[in-house]
């Protein structure tokens, strides 16, 4: 039974490039969470959506971040024109409903 | 303005010992509270949760406790393992799932065998 599956692991960006960052929820799950983790620091949610919806985007920046999670395939965080600022782990995490959300291991997102 | 707070950035705690992991939080609005472990290069990891209409919830070696009118709550492992070395975070949300959940800073835990 495999858990949250985030791909890439560890992405390089230059300033100004674009980031996509992939989440693939555990089976049967239809909730998706994105988190920010800056070093030192506790994680900060971003935005929340069920399939092809986002249900609370209040944590996610409202420019350059954008978020989906299409009926199929994985759920998307994109980030454009990225900024050394963007550089932190993020997490993605997904439930059924009513029950903790189980998390993946993260994209580590370094900006040169 | 952290809504919820882990005091301790640290604790050490010989192998056999109670490890206790304090946590305070500031919304009461706050209804259901976790605990996560999370190792190094890996994603946080579910350990155990209560909602706010219990104060005790109990999982083998892991308790946690919830006092409501001081906004506290802690996570007690016993006995402490080395593997049980970790940083673990304190979340909550204002429902018992579907609810972003806001984390504090966590608290780096070193069993020490």
């Known amino acids: 039974n495999a858990g949250v599956m985030q791909n890439p692991r560890h992405l390089v960006r230059r300033r100004g490039q674009e980031a996509r960052l992939r989440c693939s929820p555990m089976?049967?799950?239809?909730?998706v969470y994105w988190y920010r983790q800056l070093p030192e620091e506790g994680l900060k949610f971003m935005v929340y959506l069920q399939k092809e919806n986002i249900i609370d985007e209040s944590g996610m920046p409202k420019e350059r971040f954008s978020a989906e999670f299409p009926k199929e395939g994985p759920s998307i965080l994109r980030i454009q024109q990225v900024v050394r600022g963007d550089s932190a782990a993020y997490f993605c995490?997904?439930?059924?409903?009513?029950?903790?959300?189980?998390f993946g291991d993260g994209t580590r997102l370094s900006i040169l | 303005d952290q809504q919820v707070k882990q005091n301790s950035p640290s604790l050490s705690v010989q192998e056999g010992r109670i490890s206790i992991l304090n946590c305070d939080y500031t919304n009461s609005m706050f209804d259901y509270f976790l605990w996560y472990k999370k190792y190094p290069a890996e994603g946080p990891t579910f350990l155990i949760s209560?909602?706010?209409?219990?104060d005790k919830n109990e999982d083998g070696r892991f308790t946690v406790f919830l006092n409501k009118s001081a906004k506290h709550l802690s996570l007690h492992i016993v006995p402490s393992q080395p593997g049980d070395s970790a940083v673990y975070f304190c979340?909550?949300?204002?429902?018992?799932?579907?609810?972003?959940?806001?984390f504090g800073k966590g608290t780096r835990l070193s069993v020490i065998a």
């Open positions: 979340a909550a949300s204002g429902h018992s799932g579907n609810t972003p959940l806001v």
């Open positions: 209560i909602s706010s209409i219990k």
């Open positions: 089976k049967g799950h239809s909730h």
């Open positions: 995490a997904s439930s059924v409903d009513n029950q903790p959300q189980h």
